[in-house]
């Protein structure tokens, strides 16, 4: 562990999953990876998420940060503001001087916020990843998605108004701006690239894709599959590795099974990082076939380990995490998609070079830089003059 900071704090971290949670992701990695970081320069960090069977109510990770695990997919914002007012978080002794209660909040907006700066009277950065404009027609029926999108778009940058942001990816901060979102007020601080050692995994003998991430609607499997089912008469030995689960699997089979490409892909359900790391290792190119990702961890994870990927242009912060015709190619439609990934299985040298490229390009984020970096928003954020918490929504406004 690193020498304690000048002035050790303790930070609470608001996110509505874990990376325990079956339904985890990149923003968990992310998340978890910060507060270890902070963790490492002599903080304290506590992570309160939404319970689930995979994982205690309370534990500490391997890394030291605590988690608390309260309430469920959706009460778990409603619990988190009343522990935080009952001051029952029992965060340990950096935070017994203020009733039980951190000195800073991180609040974590995967879409829906926790709100906590109408009711916390600590300093509060808002967390986004990606703006879900795309997002909430796929997911939710129209008018849940409406909502989704008001309390996005229009309740959060209010309740927001006077918070740091962070954000990890220079597409993300545009889009916040039209929003109302000052840029000046958004920082980046990208993801950094986990540990992808890997011992001596050979290229697959035949033509083989990966896809990695949780299953699930707006992350557009379908397209990996509809593009073996295209190219499997020219390359008769093409395989694709689904790696991951979610809800969405189910009907993910049925697609596989209508394209008559089921005997071509294997779906894997969770996949440990060794796995993760020899699946990535093995395939020929990886896929990113995602609607919006606030940065890509897949894309730099395969990159990581010399796999190109093929990914759509515009889709948020991909276009960071993978550089355009250096490190992997950029689709502009389903059909280009398609022939991005024919043209990477069947020029060798290309695939090669651009796998080289990747490794490099991946190598240029770590998680340290990248904990140096929110340290520094933590320092400025509990350093700023103490903050009431944000006024009331005027009860007018409070429907879409």
Sequence with gaps: MEAPAAATRHILFLNWRDTRNPEGGGSEVYVERIAGE???????????????????????????????????????????????????????????????????????????????????????????????????PVVLGRWLAKFGWWVESWLAPRVYRRCQYVTVSAATRNELATLGIDPARVAIVHNGTPDMTVGVVPRSAQPSLVVLGRLVPHKQVEVALRTVAAL???????????????????????????????????????????????????????????????????????????????????AGGVEEALVDGETGLLADDVDDFTAKVRLLLTDEAYRSAMGTAARAHAARFTWPVSGEKFVALVTRAANAPALAPAEPVAASYLVP
């Design 38 to 136: 902070l963790v490492r320069r002599g903080h304290q960090a506590t992570l309160l998420c939404a319970t689930h069977a995979a994982g205690p109510a309370e534990e500490v990770t391997a890394d030291g940060v605590r988690v608390l695990r309260r309430g469920g997919r959706h009460t778990v914002y409603l619990r988190a503001a009343l522990a935080y007012l009952a001051g029952a978080l029992r965060l340990g002794p950096l935070s017994r001087r203020h009733g039980g209660r951190p000195d800073l909040i991180v609040d974590v907006g995967n879409g829906l916020p926790f709100l906590s700066a109408l009711y916390a009277r600590r300093p509060v950065i808002a967390l986004v990843h990606h703006v879900h404009r795309e997002q909430w």
């Design 232 to 314: 499997v008469g020219e390359l008769p030995g093409l395989t694709l590795a689904v790696a991951g689960q979610g809800w969405w699997e189910p009907q993910l089979r049925q697609v596989a099974e209508d394209l008559g490409v089921t005997e071509r892909v294997r779906f894997t359900g969770f996949v440990t990082d060794a796995e993760k790391r020899e699946l990535l290792a093995a395939a020929w190119v990886a896929l990113t076939p995602s609607l919006k990702e606030g940065w890509g961890l897949t894309i730099v994870e395969a990159g990581a380990v010399g796999t190109p990927t093929v990914a759509f242009r515009g």
